[in-house]
Every structure is written in structure tokens, then in C-alpha cells.
């Protein structure tokens, strides 16, 4: 904002802007900042009106203690610092909701508590517009909001200056601190006071988890050396260390599960026993033991021994890994997946693993369609041929194409057609012919295709699919990168033992949007399997677009919102802009800067209706 500004002009500029006026003579420039107008079209996206005061209220908040650890202290010494002066602090948690407020003279925190600015509220920007808080979280750096700035009316008589407390390890969001004082009482000096309480508040986060890091190796090592034998992993949130036997015995998933079976037990107790089912439907007797000092907990300590009465009676020596490898077997035979949507992809499959009928895939790219398509002929006809073809290179020679169709259907077994939806043109009314004859040595024809609807050159030729199947984006499903990963991972460490993605890694990964599907989680595994160097996948060896999951992804994210209204009216219109643009009462130019933005590829749109 232009600080020189008649207060009137910008009002009227503002009201101007909000009722989506978005022309500005030739040459000007508005008087606010891209910022500013970015947040407030996210506001308006979620139709939100500038004029509402409802602020989301939670009494009962959890105090994250790993967050207040670091800022307490810094807290602390800047409220004695500013007392009772023109300006208070707050503290909010990583969903935005405020956990503390200090300082301030009287007649600002009475103002402070008239526009719902305490401890308790939550000023995540989809609730209560642009403000130093929430905006702050979208926008992943310090934001300032001044006066009109603010989208809500009710809060405009103040200046907030917000920024995210980043964990310096994990590069994940832990919270923000801002600073708000009356428009009148603003001081040039209280961003830099803000920036460098927060460099504080990090750097003492870094020392905290060193000092948790060093507690557990030191636990580690010391239940290592008493037996040999037991199975022991030593975590918290961010760092596993495991004996050759744990990591013989677990996957990544299981790493997660026995995190959370301990933080449920234990409760406020130190130790805890009981019996764990594995993934691999082995059971151990675990005994969890809490890790900290009078600071705090550091992490968990588990021993583990194969159950009594487990499935598979107790483990003989190299049991592990027969049992792993049987286990191994066993998964690949399985469509992989826990949730929801992979439970149904797999019930769908198995219906039609005898059915003899063209069967026609579809999903986005990259969802793994030929994966299921080959899963399904080693199901029912393994030791008979499988021929790939794929219709992109129809174009080049469509006869000798065709003639390999052809010979695969003659050949037997399972043809698999890919993108079918990019015939060339000319050969639909062959292929089409081809597909009304059944095949005389039982050939089961799959073809896979982004979508059935709309227009594809292949014209008719979809008709004559009687059976379809979806693909689920990875996105509906990422819960099941826990059991994606290993295989992922496996396919680049042929002979080493391959590392596994650290339990806050797989969190991670699992919110983020994943475009491009189990390829481009495959593509990013490979690259941090590289990285890593044989060590457990952590944050830092994902490429750097891939560390923080609530940028991309998350229901609290308002750029979510955005993409995914976006990416529905592109959907419907089939990928005309101008369409999508009216059908979002939206200027094609708008929408082309918003898909640059949120980073949709028009090349790459889906088919879908997005959740
Ligand atoms: N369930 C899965 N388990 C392990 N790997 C998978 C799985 N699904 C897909 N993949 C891997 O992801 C990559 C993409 O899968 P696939 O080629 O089957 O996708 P697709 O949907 O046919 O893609 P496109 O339509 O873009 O050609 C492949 O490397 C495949 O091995």
C-alpha cells in the first residue's frame, strides 16, 4: 500500500477491487500490493464477505509443546521488553489458531479482544481473510497487513506483521509469530523485531531437537548393547534409528504404527507393553519406553520380540528374512494400498480377473494403468504372452501399428492398448472392426485411456469396452504412499538394503497434490534414494518442492481450494479456458495467472472431478 495515499482513495480503491473491478487506467498501477490482491481473491474465492466477524473459537487448544519450548523463552523476554507499549504479541499454532497473546497497553488489548484477536481464535485466512497470521501460513513468509489491507472490515484498524516459525530440520511450519499494534501506532521497527525473535525462536529449535536426537542415540545404543537379539528402534517424530533386526522385521508403515501405538500407550506413563501386529500380519511383543528429561520428551524407545503366538511361532535365526521375502512375495501378488479408494480399486479388479470382455482403464496419467493391467494378466493367464502397444505411436506407421495389433491378438494372452483415446484418427473404424469380432484364440483386449467422455479420436471405438475400470488419482489416496514407497524404493536399490522414508518424510509426501501420480512419486523417490546415500529418507534428501506438504495440499489450504475449483471448471469445460473463465464469473487473464500460480499444466488437465 501506498503509505502517502488519501485514506478516502484507497478506500474507494479497495471497494473498487472487492467488487471485482479489476481495470485500472493505462499506466497505474494499484495502490495495493500483489500480495495483498492475491490473498484478497483467495477470500473471494471461498466466498467470504468483507463485512463478516464470525472468527472460528476452540477453548479447549492443544499447546504444541515442541513449539512452545522454542518460543517461550523468546516470548517472554520480548513482552517484558515492550510491556505495556503500543503493540502485543501473538503466538499461533501451525493451523493458525492463536495460542498466546502479551503485551499491550490497555486500550489495545481490550480493542484486540472487541475483533476476537485471542488466544483460542483461529485466524487461518479462509476464516478471517488476509491478516498477519493466516496470510503469513499461505504465503510461507512474513507478511505484513496494514489498515484497508486487512479483507475484513472489522479488523482494519490494525497492523499485523506475521511470520512462520519454520523447524530448521524438518522444514515443516510449526507455527507464527506476529506482532499487531493500532494503524496509528505502527512502528518501522517491529518487522525487524519480529524477523529476528524468529531466527531465535529456530535456532533454539535446532538446538532442542540436537539435544533429542542425542538422548535417543544414547538410549539406543545402550538397549542395542544389552541384547543382540531384540529387535530395537528408537524414534520420535522426525529421526528412527533402528538395530539390523528392527529393520529386518519393519516396514516404513510399520515405523508410523508403532510411533503412534507408543505416544497412545504411554499416555502420561513411562513404559508401556503389549502386543503389535506388523504389515506383514507378524505379531511382536513390544515394550515402549519414554525417552526425555524434565524439558520434555525426546522420544520413544522400543524393544521388540516376535509374539508367542504369532502367526508364524517365533522367528529361528534368519527367520526375518525369510519372512520378508515371503511377505515380499505375498504383497506383489496384491494391488497395493490401505485406503479407501485402493480397497475399491481392488474389489473392482477382482471382479473382473475372469471376465473375458474388452476391459478399458482409465485414470489421470501416471496412476499406474498399465501397472494394473499387467497385475491382472499375471493373475489369470501369467504363462501366456503379453503384448504392449501403445496408441501414441500409431501416427507414425498406422499400418505396420495395426499389423502388430493384430499379431498380438492372434498371438493370445493379454493385449494391452495404451492411450487408446490417441489413435491416430484414420484407425478407429479398424480397430473398432477389430474389437466387434472376438478374438479367436480368447485374447482379452485392456486398453487404457484418460477418460471415456468427451472426444478422443478414437471415436467409437471406447463403445466397444463393455467394462471399465478408475485409476484413483494418488492424491485420493496418500495413505497409500506408505505402501507405495517400499516398492518404489526397492526398484532403485536392486542389491543394498534400501532405506526407508522417515515417518515425518511419509507424512509429508502423503499431503502433497502428486500431479504427475505414482510416477512422479517414483521420480521423487529415485532422486532421494540418491541422495540419501543408503540412509533413512529424511526431508532433506526430497527435492526441495517436495518438503512441505501444507503449501500444496491439506483441507485447511485455501490454495487447495483454489486449484481444485479451478481444476473442476476446466474439467467440465473439457479444457476451454474461456468457459471455465465464465463459468467462474472469473477474466480468461485471471485464470491464466491463477493456473500459473497454483502451477496447473494445461497440457496436463484432468478429467476428473476433483474433491
Ligand atoms: N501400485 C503400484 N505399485 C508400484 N508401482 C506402481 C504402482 N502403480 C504405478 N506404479 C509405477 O508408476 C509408474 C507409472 O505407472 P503406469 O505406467 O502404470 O501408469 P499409467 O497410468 O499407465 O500412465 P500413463 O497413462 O501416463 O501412461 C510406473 O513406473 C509404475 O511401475
Redesign the pocket.
Same mark, same amino acid.
Given at each position: 500500500m501506498h503509505p502517502d495515499q488519501p485514506a478516502t482513495a484507497l478506500r474507494t480503491e479497495r471497494e473498487r477491487t472487492l467488487d471485482g473491478d479489476t481495470a485500472l487506467p493505462v499506466g497505474t498501477r494499484s495502490a495495493f500490493r500483489d500480495d495483498i490482491l492475491t490473498s484478497w481473491r483467495r477470500c473471494q474465492m471461498v466466498g467470504m464477505a468483507p463485512s463478516s466477524e464470525d472468527v472460528p473459537y476452540r477453548p479447549e487448544f492443544e499447546r504444541p509443546n515442541r513449539l512452545l519450548r522454542a518460543a517461550g523463552p523468546v516470548i517472554d523476554r520480548l513482552a517484558e521488553q515492550m510491556g505495556s507499549g503500543p503493540a502485543s504479541i501473538l503466538l499461533a499454532d501451525s493451523e493458525a489458531q492463536i495460542i498466546d497473546r502479551r503485551a499491550g497497553i490497555r486500550a489495545l488489548e481490550e480493542a484486540l479482544d472487541r475483533a476476537m484477536v485471542a488466544p483460542g481464535f483461529h485466524y487461518a485466512e479462509e476464516y478471517t481473510g488476509t491478516n498477519g497470521i493466516g496470510s503469513a501460513l499461505e504465503a510461507r513468509k512474513p507478511f505484513v497487513v496494514s489498515g484497508s489491507e486487512h479483507y475484513r472490515e472489522n479488523l482494519q484498524e490494525f497492523t499485523c506483521i506475521g511470520s512462520p516459525l519454520r523447524h530448521p530440520i524438518s522444514g515443516v511450519v510449526e507455527g507464527v509469530l506476529d506482532v499487531t499494534s493500532r494503524v496509528s501506532d505502527t512502528q518501522e521497527l517491529m518487522k525487524p523485531l519480529v524477523l529476528a525473535a524468529v531466527r531465535e525462536i529456530e535456532s533454539r529449535m535446532y538446538a532442542d531437537a540436537s539435544r533429542r536426537e542425542q538422548m535417543l542415540l544414547e538410549r539406543f545404543l545402550r538397549a542395542g548393547r544389552r541384547s543382540s537379539s531384540t529387535a530395537v528402534l528408537s524414534l520420535n517424530e522426525d529421526v528412527v534409528m533402528a538395530t539390523t533386526a528392527a529393520s529386518a522385521l519393519l516396514d516404513m508403515s510399520d515405523q508410523a504404527s508403532l510411533w503412534e501405538w507408543a505416544c497412545r500407550m504411554l499416555g502420561t506413563g513411562d513404559e508401556c507393553v503389549g502386543d503389535v501386529a506388523l504389515s506383514g500380519g507378524v505379531v511382536v511383543d513390544a515394550r515402549a519406553t519414554r525417552i526425555g528429561d524434565r524439558d520434555g520428551t525426546a522420544g520413544v524407545l522400543v524393544e521388540m520380540r516376535p509374539a508367542a503366538r504369532s502367526a508364524r511361532g517365533s522367528a529361528p535365526a534368519g527367520g526375518h528374512r525369510v519372512r520378508r521375502a515371503r511377505r515380499a512375495a505375498a504383497r506383489s501378488d496384491v =494391488? +497395493?494400498?490401505r485406503s479407501v479408494a485402493a480397497g475399491r480399486l481392488r474389489d473392482e479388479v477382482e471382479v473382473v480377473v475372469d471376465d473375458e470382455r474388452p476391459l478399458l482403464l482409465c485414470?489421470e +496419467? %501416471? #496412476? %499406474?494403468? =498399465?501397472? &494394473?493391467a499387467t497385475h491382472l494378466h499375471r493373475k489369470r493367464r501369467h504363462q501366456d504372452p503379453l503384448t504392449v502397444l501403445d496408441a501414441r505411436t500409431s501416427p507414425d506407421d498406422p499400418g505396420a501399428w495395426f499389423d502388430r495389433l493384430v499379431s498380438g491378438i492372434d498371438g493370445g494372452g493379454t493385449v494391452v492398448v /495404451?492411450?487408446l483415446d490417441q489413435l491416430a484418427p484414420e484407425m478407429a473404424g479398424r480397430v473398432e472392426a477389430l474389437l466387434e469380432t472376438p478374438a479367436r484364440t480368447g485374447a482379452r483386449i485392456v486398453a #487404457?485411456v484418460r477418460t471415456r467422455d468427451g472426444d478422443s479420436p478414437a471415436g467409437r471405438t471406447l463403445d466397444h469396452f463393455p467394462v471399465s475400470i478408475t &485409476?484413483p488419482p494418488l492424491r485420493y489416496r496418500g495413505e497409500d504412499i506408505a505402501d =507405495?514407497a517400499p /516398492?518404489?524404493i526397492g526398484a532403485h536399490t536392486a542389491r543394498r538394503p534400501a532405506p526407508r522414508l522417515l515417518p515425518s518424510t511419509l507424512r509429508t509426501l502423503s499431503g502433497l497434490d502428486w500431479p504427475g501420480? &505414482? /510416477?512422479e512419486l %517414483?521420480a521423487v523417490l529415485a532422486t532421494a534414494v540418491t541422495r540419501s546415500l543408503g540412509s533413512d529418507i529424511a526431508h532433506e534428501h526430497l527435492p526441495a518442492e517436495y518438503r512441505d506438504s501444507s503449501n500444496r495440499s491439506g483441507p485447511a489450504s485455501l490454495q487447495r481450494a483454489e486449484r481444485d475449483i479451478l481444476l473442476e471448471a476446466l474439467a467440465e469445460t473439457h479444457g476451454n479456458k474461456l468457459a471455465a473463465a465464465e463459468r467462474l464469473g472469473i477474466a480468461r487473464s485471471t485464470l491464466y495467472r491463477k493456473m500459473r500460480i497454483l502451477g496447473i499444466d494445461e497440457n496436463r488437465l484432468p478429467t476428473f472431478r476433483p474433491r
Open positions: =494391488l +497395493p494400498g485414470g +496419467p %501416471g #496412476t %499406474g494403468k =498399465l501397472f &494394473v /495404451r492411450h #487404457t &485409476v =507405495l /516398492r518404489l501420480n &505414482v /510416477r %517414483g
